[in-house]
């Protein structure tokens, strides 16, 4: 298997790229339906699927604008916002149609440094691999 690079992961709103990640992860979860029962013998049980499957990425930069800034801002009451349209490419040339709510924007810069920020977000609904 080849070695994948770091900058493997863009994420783009209505074709537009809306944050330059330095470093991210990407989390991928699906939550198990406990269905045990006294016949299980004590033993945890789980149904064949998932309750709930999301992902989420997280990930920190350089601010070279306030996209995710502006767009935190405008959130409702300041909790976050729901980005649709939006699209993730993969260095193995697939590409993901989905929706993602901005639940975290923090932005730090020191007085003789760049201003950098980290981010946070998670998925909304189905996803689509569409490449």
């Given at each position: ?10 994420i783009?709103?209505?074709?537009t790229?809306?944050?330059?990640f330095?470093t ?10 406990d269905?045990?029962?006294k ?19 997280s ?15 405008t959130g ?12 993730l490419?993969?260095?193995s040339?697939?590409?993901w ?8 924007y923090?932005?730090?810069g020191?007085?003789d ?7 946070t977000?998670?998925?909304?609904g ?6």
């Amino acid at each position: 298997m080849a070695a994948r690079s770091g900058r493997a992961l863009l994420i783009k709103k209505a074709a537009t790229a809306i944050a330059g990640f330095q470093t991210n992860t990407v989390s991928f979860t699906a939550e198990g339906v406990d269905i045990t029962d006294k016949l299980d013998n004590g033993f945890r049980t789980f149904a064949d699927f998932a309750g709930i499957i999301s992902f989420e990425i997280s990930g920190d930069g350089v601010a070279k604008g306030t996209t995710l800034r502006d767009i935190f801002k405008t959130g409702t009451g300041g909790s976050g916002f729901l980005l649709t349209d939006v699209t993730l490419e993969w260095d193995s040339g697939e590409t993901w149609e989905c929706d993602v709510f901005l639940s975290a924007y923090e932005e730090t810069g020191a007085h003789d440094g760049a201003v950098e920020f980290s981010a946070t977000l998670q998925s909304s609904g189905a996803w689509a691999a569409v490449a």
